[in-house]
């Protein structure tokens, strides 16, 4: 099993629409990322969690939501999707004791119509 | 304000040859940089990470530098292959506002021809 693991893999929802994008680590890590992608911007961060009762926003925050439910599950939702949210979302974690590397879930490809 | 940069943004190389990626960063004060590989569409995946103690690191075929005072860092490949074609990203990470962050380049796009 991969150590981050984000569902769905694909999704396409319509605009208006209450989404929510699922992240799971068996790491043991306390650190939580939230990231999207787009063609030329590269990775942007949205939400970031340093353990289940601490919750930053990113520089790029409005229009979502987290939930740090557990140390090994982080929840991103979109409120309500519109259609420039169409992009690849990223999980990631990391750890002090790692010198605080990354390590990235598959990404889950949102597709707002 | 810290800016990562990477150039090219694409490149095409015969198979076999040896390449250098690079990966530039506006403030020296940085806590470590990664260099990722991400394949279209899918997730990163770390390849190497400097401290910023560090010169460089290896693993394998791949070698990443690092030079604080200058800005820079280097993703060299030694003898390349086909299954080397991917996006290649850096991320640099410093102390901003009481916690690490990290920023990433926009990548290099490369692809190795048979």
Request: proline content about 4%; aromatic content about 12%.
């Amino acid at each position: 099993d991969a150590d981050v693991t984000q569902t769905p893999r694909n999704r396409i929802t319509k605009t208006g629409k209450r989404i929510m994008l699922e992240c799971s680590q068996t790491k043991g890590h306390d650190r939580m990322y939230w990231y999207r992608q787009d063609p030329g911007l590269g990775l942007r961060l949205i939400y970031y969690s340093f353990d289940v009762k601490d919750i930053n926003k990113g520089e790029i925050s409005d229009g979502y939501s987290v939930s740090r439910q557990a140390q090994a599950k982080f929840s991103l939702s979109l409120e309500s999707a519109i259609p420039n949210q169409t992009a690849l979302y990223f999980c990631a974690t990391s750890d002090p004791g790692e010198f605080y590397g990354y390590t990235f879930g598959s990404g889950t490809r949102l597709t707002v119509v | 304000k810290q800016e990562v940069t990477q150039i090219p943004a694409a490149l095409s190389v015969p198979e076999g040859e040896n390449l250098v990626l690079n990966c530039s960063f506006t403030d020296s004060a940085i806590y470590n940089l990664q260099w990722f590989r991400q394949d279209p569409g899918k997730g990163l995946t770390s390849l190497l990470l400097i401290q910023s103690s560090q010169r460089e690191q290896t693993s394998g075929r791949l070698n990443a530098s690092l030079d604080k005072s200058s800005g820079r860092s280097t993703l060299y490949i030694a003898a390349s292959q086909p299954g080397d074609s991917a996006t290649y990203l850096c991320a640099v990470s410093f102390f901003t506002s009481g916690t690490y962050k990290y920023i990433f380049g926009t990548g290099t796009r490369l692809k190795v021809l048979a």
